[in-house]
C-alpha cells in the first residue's frame, strides 16, 4: 500500500530556514512527478513549488521564488522542501503531493488523469 509520509510539524523565527521531507513507498517513486503545497490561514491552497520526474522541469510560486528550492533524491524515495529566508506569511500547512497526474514545467503546474497522493500535511509556523 502507498505510504506518503511528511516531516512533523516546526515553529521556526523568521530569517531563518527549515528544510521539510516527503518520504514516499509502496510505488515506483521515479515514476512521479511531485511537488509542495500549502494552505495558510483564511487563503485557498497554493502551489509551492513542483518538480518532474527527472528533475528537468522546476516550478516555484512567485511567493517563494528566490527563497525556495524544491529536490527530489530518488534513490531514498524523498522530496524534500528547503525553506530560507522564512517570512510570517510563510505560515502555513504544507502538503507533499505525489501524483503521476501531475504535469510540470517552468511556467506552471497542471493536473492530468492519474493517482494523487498526499501527505498527511506539516505544520509550519514562522515567528517574528
Known amino acids: 500500500q502507498v505510504q506518503v509520509v511528511q516531516s512533523g510539524e516546526t515553529t521556526v523565527q523568521a530569517g531563518g530556514s527549515l528544510r521539510l521531507s516527503c518520504v514516499a513507498s509502496?510505488?515506483?517513486?521515479?515514476?512521479?512527478?511531485m511537488g509542495w503545497f500549502r494552505r495558510a490561514p483564511g487563503k485557498n491552497r497554493e502551489g509551492v513549488a513542483a518538480i518532474s520526474k527527472i528533475g528537468d522541469e522546476i516550478y516555484y510560486g512567485r511567493a517563494v521564488k528566490g527563497r525556495f528550492t524544491i529536490s527530489r533524491d530518488n534513490a531514498k524515495n524523498t522530496l524534500y522542501l528547503q525553506m530560507d529566508s522564512l517570512e510570517v506569511d510563510d505560515t502555513a500547512v504544507y502538503l507533499c503531493?505525489?501524483?503521476?497526474?501531475?504535469?510540470?514545467?517552468?511556467?506552471?503546474?497542471?493536473?492530468?488523469?492519474?493517482?494523487?497522493?498526499w501527505g498527511q500535511g506539516t505544520q509550519v509556523t514562522v515567528i517574528s
Open positions: 503531493l505525489i501524483g503521476d497526474g501531475l504535469s510540470v514545467s517552468s511556467g506552471g503546474y497542471s493536473f492530468t488523469a492519474g493517482n494523487n497522493h
Open positions: 509502496g510505488l515506483a517513486f521515479d515514476d512521479f512527478p
